[in-house]
């Protein structure tokens, strides 16, 4: 079972919004009294942590939060295909009373189906990430917690290959990759091809190799991959790690789940990875007999004035349906989930909540210096705009799957053509958003 945090953005599903009905409804905002005593009724909850659900945790946190809001009753629905299920249940007004925002709705039709949790001025005060949800200066969602970026790598094996500090530049990261295979037999990187959605990852380099937080909005002014440009060092970097034949001998038979296992046990050396990782492969190292401990996380290798740079990536987004008859109980299990669960130090993510302290997995990052970035959200709206349009998918496996299978040589071409007829249909589509 997959257990990532953040389902894989879907191009497929950009249509929703055409697709939906809903109708008015979102500036009600989500409003509450003072009491939690005096907040009362039944809520449904919508989640893709099917995990969560049969472990049980969204039971214990339920209880917890009732210790608050004693009036309050939970519902879990949890859907395995989070997606599209709640695609279909969007053309109605039945789709639970808390949602994780779809990735395919449109920001700009968040008011159609969302109710406003404040204002943006408000809210930005308390919670950190609100630009991505913000629609004329309202605020219609809340992240979980934000995942770093980086490499989950395996200490022992990279210590085996003698490598002892992090790699500063991508092709010092590649000799790396080769000291890893040619010492210890260890797959140096894993691609994770098969199950598509990590390498979707990738596009997360956004911003690190840069160390610009403008890195997401300024997609929609230029070529995300001309030279030097986060997409273009981040996606020739995993082309030549592929052709240097350093990562797994045939992508088409990877296993998320069994390269966990793998991972703890030293088969596999690096992933390319969030920080919410970090705990499942953890587990994984334990089960295998391997101390947790030999589980590292390292920065994109590139650096700015000495520094490197991570960038954040928001997870899914909290949301109250706009239709909800109990909106204030939906608004106190939003804030009580992302400020006193202790949900993203679970998953080893920032927390939204300003001021909040970094999880444990990140100190070693604190202590390098690492700078962490918070990209500005913006122009999301443009830049998804821009993706339908020029129909490369950012945020799909398949473009990557393509580059996979030409570096291998399963494909045609090589990286100067597929990166040039990625600016190209690029340029298009901005063209055609205009």
Same mark, same amino acid.
């Given at each position: 079972?997959?257990?990532?945090?953040?389902?894989?953005?879907?191009?497929?599903?950009?249509?929703?919004?055409?697709?939906?009905?809903?109708?008015?409804?979102?500036?009600?905002?989500?409003?509450?009294?003072?009491?939690?005593?005096?907040?009362?009724?039944?809520?449904?909850?919508?989640?893709?942590?099917?995990?969560?659900?049969?472990?049980?945790?969204?039971?214990?946190?339920?209880?917890?939060?009732?210790?608050?809001?004693?009036?309050?009753?939970?519902?879990?629905?949890?859907?395995?295909?989070?997606?599209?299920?709640?695609?279909?249940?969007?053309?109605?007004?039945?789709?639970?009373?808390?949602?994780?925002?779809?990735?395919?709705?449109?920001?700009?039709?968040?008011?159609?189906?969302?109710?406003?949790?404040?204002?943006?001025?408000?809210?930005?005060?308390?919670?950190?990430?609100?630009?991505?949800?913000?629609?004329?200066?309202?605020?219609?969602?809340?992240?979980?917690?934000?995942?770093?970026?980086?490499?989950?790598?395996?200490? &022992?094996?990279?210590? #085996? $290959? *003698? =490598?002892?500090?992090?790699?500063?530049?991508?092709?010092? @990261?590649? +000799?790396?990759?080769?000291?890893?295979?040619?010492?210890?037999?260890?797959?140096?990187?894993?691609?994770?091809?098969?199950?598509?959605?990590?390498?979707?990852?990738?596009?997360?380099?956004?911003?690190?190799?840069?160390?610009?937080?403008?890195?997401?909005?300024?997609?929609?002014?230029?070529?995300?991959?001309?030279?030097?440009?986060?997409?273009?060092?981040?996606?020739?970097?995993?082309?030549?790690?592929?052709?240097?034949?350093?990562?797994?001998?045939?992508?088409?038979?990877?296993?998320?789940?069994?390269?966990?296992?793998?991972?703890?046990?030293?088969?596999?050396?690096?992933?390319?990875?969030?920080?919410?990782?970090?705990?499942?492969?953890? &587990?994984?190292?334990? #089960? $295998? *007999? =391997?101390?947790?401990?030999?589980?590292?996380?390292?920065? @994109?290798? +590139?650096?700015?004035?000495?520094?490197?740079?991570?960038?954040?990536?928001?997870?899914?987004?909290?949301?109250?349906?706009?239709?909800?008859?109990?909106?204030?109980?939906?608004?106190?299990?939003?804030?009580?989930?992302?400020?006193?669960?202790?949900?993203?130090?679970?998953?080893?993510?920032?927390?939204?909540?300003?001021?909040?302290?970094?999880?444990?997995?990140?100190?070693?990052?604190?202590?390098?210096?690492?700078?962490?970035?918070?990209?500005?959200?913006?122009?999301?709206?443009?830049?998804?705009?821009?993706?339908?349009?020029?129909?490369?998918?950012?945020?799909?496996?398949?473009?990557?799957?393509?580059?996979?299978?030409?570096?291998?040589?399963?494909?045609?071409?090589?990286?100067?053509?597929?990166?040039?007829?990625?600016?190209?249909?690029?340029?298009?589509?901005?063209?055609?958003?205009?």
């Amino acid at each position: 079972m997959r257990r990532r945090a953040l389902t894989a953005t879907l191009a497929a599903l950009a249509m929703l919004a055409a697709a939906c009905g809903g109708s008015g409804g979102g500036r009600s905002t989500a409003e509450q009294t003072g009491d939690p005593a005096e907040i009362s009724g039944d809520i449904t909850v919508l989640t893709q942590r099917t995990d969560l659900k049969e472990d049980g945790t969204l039971a214990k946190y339920a209880a917890e939060f009732n210790k608050t809001y004693p009036n309050v009753q939970v519902k879990f629905e949890a859907l395995t295909d989070y997606e599209g299920e709640v695609k279909i249940r969007m053309n109605t007004e039945n789709y639970g009373d808390v949602l994780l925002i779809p990735a395919a709705v449109a920001k700009n039709d968040y008011p159609k189906f969302f109710a406003s949790l404040g204002s943006a001025g408000e809210l930005s005060k308390k919670y950190k990430f609100t630009s991505a949800s913000e629609v004329n200066g309202q605020v219609y969602g809340v992240v979980s917690f934000a995942a770093a970026n980086g490499f989950i790598y395996n200490k &022992d094996v990279w210590t #085996k $290959a *003698g =490598v002892t500090g992090w790699p500063k530049t991508p092709a010092e @990261f590649l +000799a790396d990759l080769q000291a890893v295979k040619s010492k210890t037999g260890a797959t140096p990187l894993y691609t994770n091809y098969k199950d598509g959605w990590p390498l979707t990852a990738w596009t997360n380099v956004l911003g690190s190799a840069t160390c610009d937080p403008q890195a997401k909005n300024a997609l929609a002014k230029g070529d995300p991959w001309a030279a030097g440009k986060d997409l273009n060092v981040g996606d020739s970097l995993l082309f030549n790690a592929v052709k240097s034949k350093l990562t797994e001998a045939d992508p088409t038979t990877t296993n998320w789940e069994e390269s966990k296992g793998r991972f703890a046990k030293g088969d596999i050396a690096t992933m390319w990875l969030g920080s919410w990782a970090i705990p499942q492969m953890r &587990d994984a190292a334990a #089960k $295998a *007999g =391997v101390k947790p401990e030999a589980v590292g996380f390292m920065p @994109f290798p +590139a650096q700015v004035d000495g520094k490197f740079c991570a960038a954040l990536a928001p997870d899914y987004r909290y949301a109250v349906n706009t239709h909800s008859e109990h909106k204030a109980a939906a608004r106190a299990w939003v804030d009580w989930m992302v400020g006193k669960s202790g949900f993203a130090a679970l998953n080893e993510g920032v927390s939204p909540v300003t001021g909040d302290p970094l999880p444990a997995a990140l100190k070693p990052y604190q202590d390098a210096g690492v700078r962490l970035l918070d990209l500005d959200q913006a122009g999301v709206a443009q830049v998804n705009d821009i993706d339908r349009a020029a129909e490369i998918g950012l945020d799909a496996p398949d473009y990557r799957k393509n580059l996979v299978d030409v570096a291998r040589g399963a494909a045609k071409g090589d990286l100067n053509a597929l990166l040039a007829d990625l600016s190209k249909k690029w340029d298009s589509g901005r063209k055609t958003v205009g």
